[in-house]
């Protein structure tokens, strides 16, 4: 019966080598080939950078972060170097034992604020994103796309709207926002920081609360510290100036912090405030429950009515996962059987022949590849036009022949997908591995589609979701970015 | 089931290879008819909950109660995990202490729950859904947004 039937269709399958294994065998397989699965930070379709093969993200512009690093780090430097040994004599050693403490408070939570994955919700997947429009045109009585897509929810018997987000195609749950300088929708946005080089949301408030906190206490620490220091030496009616000029680094300080202080103990002054009631700085800035709309009984339907529960909710609850997953592998398996799964068996059976072809192509260079399933035209013509046996980019790839489905989803993968073709092709794809930049992504342009083309036509025929016209694969860089697109949204 | 050869001494382990035997065909070899979307109820506000209302695309597959029940579950999972009470201020306040680096030692309460979910939700596949020609996916693959329910045609089952 059923083991018949996966024995019949087993050697004709286009699923990977060893079916039998779970996908992450199949993938960890194909890292042994030779071929590197891609992880999913390569493929992230949002404007970050990642570090440390996915453990490390940032945004895409740092910002001012190394002034901020900078400038803590000048002025903690200066104060051990020149008023510790100072204060240690004539005060206490607790002064630099705090100062240390305080410190190291600060500097780790800066890191970890900018290191940390906001709450970046993933982008909605092609076929999810189809769920959505077909729900909005079955509520929505007109053929058009009325702009803006809104949903309401009750959210503890109050109105909230949802806004759809077209980047994410999804709506977003409450209290998301999509930051435009990282692409990304973040939950419960707050702001982004440019002196920390990241979104605050969700996973990382708490540590910009602590940053923010602990960096107030380290100013406030050493413009007092700074101060005594001064006054002690000037005392004896010897005078500010001899003192400034025996400690001149002093004067530094007492300036950096002077000027800090303010704006630091302002800022922790507020996010205590958004703390205490629940808010966002997003929500506090637009009045999203400040009654400004003119109902009266906006509230913040989020607060829990109570200082304390509000606090220890933003501060000490749970500490949500990452949902980009950044280290996992790219669903090589999952792709192309989703893409399999779409064509008929017949279909499939032709394919099998057509990347049959291909391989006979490529190794000699003489035969003529494939039948038509999809499109015939582009396959017909793409397939002898277009390759080139001599370009390495598109030289034998054995992988095409076993897998061809899972090659093109490879290659579609987010804005590298340049980097994903052949596997023979290693010192190119040594390069790539260090190098997430699309630079060589014109000059593969050609070769990509044309691989793409040949290995599987039915593909064009999948690719076309609803909401997006059709593919033209003879379409330059729009056959391209569409197909970027589509793959975009998987993650 | 039993294969003849080699395979002939499959046959205590057989019944459970042929469970996972059907998910890799069901993977493998159906057609996907359609794909149903549990979308999250915000109704309690932001924690994590999935509507529990049953799709009419699913009627013919399964019970409605069910499914209602499976969905039940995994909100109460879901809950559990973002639970505020004791243990998790202790382990707030902890984290706080130490500036949060215990974060990359340890596994965090909700972390552990997200493993006894995944288990769940692969437990029901094997029990419930699989033999229905059904297949849910774990939520946290599509970012904690939705319940995907694959929905494979019926040729490959039910001979």
Request: hydrophobic content about 35%; glycine content about 6%.
């Amino acid at each position: 019966m059923k083991h018949c039937e996966y024995q019949q269709i087993d050697p004709q399958a286009l699923s990977t080598p060893t079916p039998t294994l779970p996908p992450q065998h199949a993938v960890v397989q194909e890292e042994k080939k030779g071929e590197t699965a891609r992880r999913k930070w390569e493929v992230f379709p949002g404007k970050n950078r990642f570090y440390c093969d996915g453990r490390i993200i940032v945004a895409q512009q740092s910002g001012v972060l190394p002034l901020t690093l900078g400038l803590i780090l000048v002025t903690t430097v200066l104060f051990f170097v020149f008023d510790c040994p100072f204060l240690l004599k004539h005060l206490t050693v607790f002064i630099p034992a705090i100062g240390g403490v305080l410190f190291v408070f600060v500097v780790i939570s800066l890191l970890q604020t900018s290191f940390t994955d906001p709450g970046i919700l993933p982008r909605a997947t092609p076929d999810e994103a189809a769920d959505i429009e077909k729900q909005i045109d079955n509520s929505g009585s007109s053929t058009y796309r009325p702009p803006p897509r809104t949903k309401e929810v009750m959210i503890n018997q109050q109105v909230v709207k949802l806004k759809y987000c077209f980047t994410c195609k999804m709506f977003r749950p409450p209290r998301t926002s999509h930051c435009s300088l990282c692409d990304n929708c973040v939950e419960r946005f707050d702001h982004h920081c440019p002196w920390v080089g990241n979104c605050v949301g969700k996973r990382n408030y708490r540590f910009f609360y602590t940053f923010i906190v602990s960096l107030s206490f380290l100013t406030v620490f050493i413009f007092g510290c700074v101060a005594t220091h001064l006054a002690l030496r000037a005392q004896g009616g010897r005078g500010l100036m001899f003192a400034l000029q025996e400690s001149p680094a002093s004067a530094v300080e007492l300036v950096i912090c002077f000027f800090s202080v303010w704006s630091i103990l302002g800022l922790s002054g507020f996010h205590t405030y958004l703390v205490a009631s629940n808010l966002t700085t997003n929500e506090d800035i637009k009045g999203s429950w400040s009654g400004k709309s003119g109902t009266e009984d906006t509230g913040n339907p989020y607060s829990y009515n109570n200082i304390i529960t509000n606090c220890c909710s933003v501060l000490c609850g749970p500490m949500p996962p990452s949902l980009i997953d950044r280290r996992g592998f790219m669903p090589v398996e999952e792709s192309s059987q989703t893409v399999a799964t779409e064509v008929e068996l017949a279909a499939k059976n032709e394919i099998n022949v057509c990347t049959q072809g291909t391989k006979d192509l490529l190794e000699s260079a003489s035969r003529s590849p494939c039948p038509q399933a999809g499109k015939p035209q582009t396959v017909s013509t793409s397939c002898p036009d277009s390759i080139d046996p001599a370009d390495p980019a598109v030289t034998f790839n054995p992988d095409v022949t076993s897998d061809p489905v899972a090659v093109p989803s490879l290659k579609c993968g987010g804005r590298h997908h340049s980097h994903t073709t052949s596997p023979p092709d290693e010192p190119r794809q040594l390069h790539h591995h260090h190098n997430r930049h699309h630079k060589t992504r014109s000059a593969r342009s050609s070769s990509k589609r044309a691989a793409l083309h040949i290995s599987n036509p039915a593909y064009n025929v999948s690719l076309s979701p609803p909401t997006s016209p059709g593919l033209g694969p003879s379409h330059g860089t729009g056959a391209e970015e569409h197909v970027r697109d589509s793959f975009a949204t998987l993650h | 089931m039993e294969r003849a050869g080699t395979h002939g001494e499959m046959t205590l382990t057989g019944e459970k290879r042929d469970w996972t035997h059907s998910l890799q065909d069901m993977r493998q070899q159906a057609a996907i008819a359609a794909k149903v979307f549990i979308q999250r109820d915000y109704t309690n506000g932001t924690v994590c909950q999935f509507q529990t209302k049953f799709p009419s695309e699913l009627e013919t597959r399964i019970d409605k109660q069910q499914f209602e029940e499976t969905v039940r579950t995994l909100n109460n999972l879901y809950a559990e995990a973002e639970k505020l009470g004791g243990s998790s201020y202790l382990e707030g306040c902890l984290a706080c202490l130490t500036a949060y680096t215990i974060f990359l030692c340890m596994e965090t309460h909700y972390e552990k729950v997200l493993k006894k979910i995944a288990k769940f939700i692969q437990e029901q596949n094997d029990k419930i859904y699989a033999p229905r020609g059904l297949l849910l996916t774990d939520p946290i693959e599509r970012g904690l947004r939705v319940v995907e329910v694959t929905i494979f045609e019926d040729r490959s089952l039910g001979r």
